[in-house]
T-cell receptor, first 109, second 114 residues
Framework: TQLLEQSPQFLSIQEGENLTVYCNSS?????LQWYRQEPGEGPVLLVT?????EVKKLKRLTFQFGDARKDSSLHITAAQTGDTGLYLC?????????FGQGTTLQVKP | DTEVTQTPKHLVMGMTNKKSLKCEQH?????MYWYKQKAKKPPELMFV?????LSINESVPSRFSPECPNSSLLNLHLHALQPEDSALYLC?????WGPGDGYTFGSGTRLTVV
């Protein structure tokens, strides 16, 4: 069974601070995805990383895929209140997308 | 059209009722999924359909019965549910088997079993 360990599970910060969320596994994945989910809505895909060592940027969000394709990180620079939500890493190897435990981010004004 | 549409958005049903959840997408995706999400937990995979055929059943109780009538529609038939089945039920779709394919999720059906 492939497991995704996501940390931290809860993060409460002030607007303007930086943060990093981690997603780790003992398994190698062909790709890894990050999603953001708001209450009462479905997860929304932020990014897919495929190549080991890959770095992708989405405005203030930076995503990195580990060289061995077993881990990933999401870094948010100068967090805003609109970044509040549940962040999920997900990985799929055989047509099954499984998720880490999720990180609930609260950005306070 | 880049959306997955789920109906109804909310559903309250008794333990002896039969109801159905519906999901529709017109993105040409040939893989569709049902997930169950409890509060403050990540979504858990229930079923995977690939080219309208059931390919994965994650040991889901038979009171949940999926159906894929065509490439755009996915249903989840519910019968004799238990209160612990109350959750957000999410439908998703994707291209099939691509390593970089992202999933598009619907907004979910909030199910309450009384």
């Amino acid at each position: 069974t492939q497991l995704l360990e996501q940390s931290p599970q809860f993060l409460s910060i002030q607007e303007g601070e930086n943060l990093t969320v981690y997603c780790n596994s003992s398994s190698v994945f062909s790709s890894l995805q990050w999603y953001r989910q708001e209450p009462g809505e479905g997860p929304v895909l932020l990014v897919t990383v495929v190549t080991g060592g890959e770095v992708k940027k989405l405005k203030r969000l930076t995503f990195q895929f580990g060289d061995a394709r077993k881990d990933s990180s999401l870094h948010i620079t100068a967090a805003q209140t609109g970044d509040t939500g549940l962040y999920l890493c997900g990985a799929s190897n055989t047509g099954k997308l499984i998720f880490g435990q999720g990180t609930t981010l609260q950005v306070k004004p | 059209d880049t959306e997955v549409t789920q109906t109804p958005k909310h559903l309250v049903m008794g333990m002896t009722n039969k109801k159905s959840l519906k999901c529709e997408q017109h993105m040409g995706h040939r893989a569709m999924y049902w997930y169950k999400q409890k509060a403050k937990k990540p979504p858990e995979l229930m079923f995977v359909y690939s080219y309208e055929k059931l390919s994965i059943n994650e040991s889901v109780p038979s009171r949940f019965s999926p159906e894929c009538p065509n490439s755009s529609l996915l249903n989840l038939h519910l019968h004799a549910l238990q209160p612990e089945d109350s959750a957000l039920y999410l439908c998703a779709s994707s291209q099939v088997w691509g390593p970089g394919d992202g999933y598009t999720f619907g907004s979910g059906t909030r199910l309450t079993v009384v």
